[in-house]
């Protein structure tokens, strides 16, 4: 069973930081394309920033320059640093990972205030 366990949410001042943690349960971490979705009140869920098994990232265009993904295969971790903080980045962040099939985490709440 895959289980991904976001952490790291909370409330900032627009301007600030946050680092976002994603920890994964599956054996075989390095072959799975993982990353971050976005949902805010009353819009549709959205990709923030993805990185693949040989480590090529994308990013959405409202955090370009922003926002770096990461991850850690031999602790089975994913990361977001979130730099400049908006009030439009405030949002339930979800973690994701496919390989064949995809998975979710629960999700962590980001707030920025203005």
């Known amino acids: 069973q895959v289980q991904l366990v976001e952490s790291g949410g909370g409330l900032v001042q627009a301007g600030g930081s946050l680092r976002l943690s994603c920890a994964a349960s599956m054996r075989i971490f390095s072959i799975y394309t993982v990353g971050w979705y976005r949902q805010a009140p009353g819009k549709q869920r959205e990709l923030v920033a993805g990185?693949?098994?040989?480590?090529?990232?994308n990013y959405a265009e409202s955090v370009k320059g922003r926002f770096t993904i990461s991850r850690d295969n031999g602790k089975n971790m994913v990361y977001l640093q979130m730099n400049s903080l908006t009030p439009e980045d405030t949002a339930v962040y979800y973690c994701?990972?496919?390989?064949?099939?995809?998975?979710w985490g629960q999700g962590t709440q980001v707030t920025v205030s203005s």
């Open positions: 994701y990972a496919q390989a064949t099939v995809g998975h």
């Open positions: 990185i693949t098994s040989t480590g090529v990232t």
